[in-house]
């Protein structure tokens, strides 16, 4: 079982320098990753990318980062979620990019309900999220793509467990209405 203790120290190692620290980080942490990337593609059709392959893709691009600022295990999995949702949204991409234009790829996500989302759509409506609050952008990818809890939510960006209830509200309503209207390029 891992403690936060555990945990800081990795990152402490990890910050420093050493690539041992990493790796035992990611191997320690592996079992709750490969969880987001299971519930991230649960539901999915037409994707040619396994659960394996997205968390191979992810630890990759996070294995690139040269300089690291986590302050625990809430802040690892918020960049890992965020690392899944590149991987997903440049999978989808490539595909739609395909001659033969394949299926939508979607996103399914178990958080308030069922939902099922177009990944291109989803990131077009981030994007613009981003645009107007990156903080309500980045609480989105972190329930959404990293399945996180209002809590984890909360230890990451610093916020009362209520406020971030009240920004996700916010979040998902914003989502909603640019979802139900995108912009025509």
């Known amino acids: 079982m891992q403690t936060t203790g555990d945990v800081a120290t990795l990152l402490n190692g990890w910050r420093a320098g050493d690539g041992n620290a990493r790796n035992q980080l990611v191997r320690l942490l592996h079992p709750q990753i490969a969880q987001i990337a299971a519930a991230r593609m649960r539901h999915e059709r037409n994707m040619s990318l396994s659960t394996g392959d997205l968390i191979n893709d992810a630890m990759v691009r996070l294995l690139r980062i040269e300089s690291i600022e986590l302050d625990g295990r809430a802040h690892f999995l918020a960049l890992a979620s965020r ?4 991987v997903l949204i440049d999978h989808a991409r490539a595909k739609g990019a395909d ?31 981003g645009a ?10 972190m329930r959404y793509f990293g399945g996180m809890s209002i809590a984890d939510v909360a230890v990451v960006t610093g916020l009362s467990e209520a ?8 979040a998902r309503a914003w989502l909603t209405d640019a979802l139900a209207n995108p912009l025509e390029l």
């Open 163 to 170: 406020t971030v209830k009240r920004r996700w509200q916010t």
């Open 99 to 129: 001659k033969r234009r394949h299926a939508k790829v979607e996103l399914c996500t178990n958080i308030d309900g069922e939902q099922r989302f177009d990944l291109n759509e989803l990131d077009s409506a981030l994007l613009r999220l």
């Open 132 to 141: 107007i609050d990156s903080q309500l952008m980045e609480l989105v990818e």
């Open 83 to 86: 690392l899944m949702r590149t």
